[in-house]
């Protein structure tokens, strides 16, 4: 478990504790004043000023000997930040994990807080100019995104019941999407997007920078090398460059250091050669989200 | 290794004389492999959540990332962009 599953997970993990999900904790927060400040602002928050240094060319400026450093500490602490007095137009206190799809299921069939809404993907919106119906939103969060047009779908429904939002969820990982969970704003949960690299801003950030707006799965994968006939269906579905082909095995390696544990290899696999194994059972992963 | 500046002419691009609304073209968002554009909204944009093309633009972010293989500047039809290092 990581560290804000020891904060708000409640003995378990964040994503399955239901106060999470509450609308005490909504209304506690005052979330709804926030959440439309940082919907607004949205496409401006990669724009906006660290430290008083544009975010433009960040990872030039991260890479700067004592700066950096700083620059790098003052990100987390933005992203992580619990403060009450965190700056919505910033989207401080918005970060998420990954989550195998039947994860995602649970939530989506018992957590998470009615109404439950499809709109579009603002990270796609903003960094490939595409408008796709993917991302869906929960709880508080689903008021505040019906009152903005420009993420209200045009030919389909935007609210959708139960069985519909697990139908839609298991679609977009059928079409080789990672399911993540998001904090917006820790501790409440009101988020689950099908993400898609490099297009995806919490994930560029992570694989790119380093910063730590994704964690990882509380899972990774692992192979059966007597069930594995090398057929490659599996490293097409890697968003993250984890699996590869050895030709000299003739089958393919995980690199568990890698891997984010979403569980798209596993899904690709017709001969049950893939699985995920829970990461605290892997020695070397501990603790390394 | 040297630092890329990809530039917008925002004379040209985002501008009504272009008569192109950068939100409508977003070609080169769609075709650069790493996605190091963002489109959004000006920081000064009044009202929010405004449907005039005049507050929105597009801006090379992820510079690190750019690989300067130069689909951008061939996409975009007012050759607006230019990438050098």
């Known amino acids: 478990m990581c560290q804000w599953c020891m904060k708000h997970g409640a003995g378990g993990k964040w994503y399955l504790n239901a106060r999470n999900y509450s609308n005490e904790l909504a209304e506690d927060m005052n979330l709804e004043a926030y959440l439309t400040e940082q919907w607004m602002n949205f496409e401006t928050v990669y724009i906006r000023k660290i430290m008083g240094f544009s975010s433009i060319g960040l990872g030039y400026k991260l890479k700067m000997p004592i700066i950096g450093r700083l620059l790098r500490w003052q990100a987390e602490n933005m992203i992580h930040s619990e403060s009450p007095n965190r700056n919505p137009v910033r989207a401080d206190g918005h970060f998420g994990q990954v989550i195998p799809v039947e994860e995602a299921k649970i939530i989506l069939s018992s957590l998470a807080a009615e109404p439950i809404i499809q709109n579009y993907c603002m990270c796609r919106m903003m960094q490939r100019g595409v408008k796709d119906v993917c991302c869906i939103n929960f709880g508080a969060l689903s008021g505040v995104i019906e009152k903005l047009p420009r993420f209200i779908p045009k030919d389909t429904r935007v609210r959708l019941g139960r069985e519909e939002a697990v139908a839609a969820v298991e679609e977009q990982n059928r079409k080789g999407r990672v399911a993540t969970v998001w904090f917006q704003p820790v501790p409440y949960v009101n988020a689950i997007c099908s993400c898609e690299v490099p297009q995806c801003g919490g994930l560029r950030l992570r694989n790119d920078f380093g910063l730590n707006t994704v964690y990882k799965a509380e899972y990774v994968a692992d192979t059966n090398p007597d069930l594995c006939q090398g057929c490659k269906a599996c490293v097409a579905q890697c968003q993250f460059s984890a699996i590869r082909y050895s030709p000299t095995l003739k089958r393919v390696l995980v690199d568990q250091a890698k891997c984010f544990g979403c569980g798209l290899c596993r899904d690709a696999c017709r001969f049950g050669a893939l699985k995920l194994v829970p990461r605290e059972e892997v020695p070397g992963l501990i603790g390394r989200y | ?85």
Not at chain 2, 47 to 76: M, N, Y
């Open chain 2, 1 to 85: 290794m040297a630092r890329t500046s990809v530039t917008i002419d925002y004379s040209k691009c985002g501008n009504y004389t272009s008569g192109i609304d950068p939100r409508e073209c977003s070609r080169c968002l769609n075709v650069c492999p790493p996605a190091i554009f963002i489109r959004h909204e000006h920081l000064t944009a009044k009202p929010k959540d405004s449907h005039d093309p005049e507050f929105w633009q597009i801006t090379a972010v992820w510079l690190d990332l750019c690989t300067r293989c130069g689909k951008c500047v061939e996409a975009c039809p007012l050759k607006a962009i230019k990438v050098s290092w």
